[in-house]
């Protein structure tokens, strides 16, 4: 009785097709990623935007003025977030797009590169915004003194609502490296074909 499975030297002796990549393939794969990068973005744009009206609602109704505070600071960290997902993490003009049809792998390679830098970097642009405002909102709502709960009962309505934050920037910290990965691959994929 053999010690190797059928199965498994079937596998290992199968053929390998060389992967390839044709100009027309880099060409739909560079718009297509941009038309995806310009979805997102304008979802990110509507979201902060109702970041923005949300707690600006909140900053002009709620009395509290650490809380006003609080909600300001987060729509500040909105309107920043914006900022720097245009500055870094923009789609391709129609100029940039044109000028790519020279080289569709060069180009695409570098927008993939840069999109990689953006996320690759999220903590400090997409994440850090939000945290002093949240945590002066998180402080106003847990010890307002209008809250009549005992000091415990605050201190843990407080750190839940910090465990929450973390939780949340942690999922989108992750999920970010993942499509950062996604990319990587991509590059290695693209440098194979230029290479042959």
């Avoid at 600006?56 to 600071?73: D, F, S």
Wanted: aromatic share 12%; glycine share 6%.
């Amino acid at each position: 009785m053999s010690d190797r499975d059928p199965l498994q030297s079937i596998w290992q002796n199968q053929s390998q097709e060389e992967f390839t990549m044709s100009l027309a393939d880099i060409h739909t794969r560079a718009e297509r990623f941009q038309s995806r990068i310009r979805t997102r973005n304008w979802i990110e744009y509507a979201a902060a935007g109702f970041v923005v009206v949300f707690f600006g609602w909140m900053a002009a109704t709620v009395p509290e003025p650490i809380v006003q505070i609080g909600a300001v600071l987060i729509a500040l960290g909105a309107l920043y977030v914006c900022w720097k997902l245009h500055q870094l993490g923009r789609a391709a003009s129609g100029d940039e797009l044109n000028a790519g049809a020279q080289s569709w792998a060069a180009f695409h390679r570098a927008e993939l590169t840069r999109q990689g830098a953006a996320l690759r970097t999220v903590w400090r642009w997409y994440l850090a915004p939000f945290v002093p405002g949240m945590l002066v909102f998180l402080a106003g709502v847990s010890f307002t003194a209008a809250n009549p709960a005992p000091f415990p009962e605050r201190l843990a309505v407080f750190l839940a609502g910090l465990a929450l934050m973390a939780a949340v920037f942690a999922v989108i910290a992750w999920l970010n490296a993942q499509a950062v990965k996604r990319l990587d691959a991509e590059i290695a994929a693209l440098d194979q074909v230029r290479a042959d």
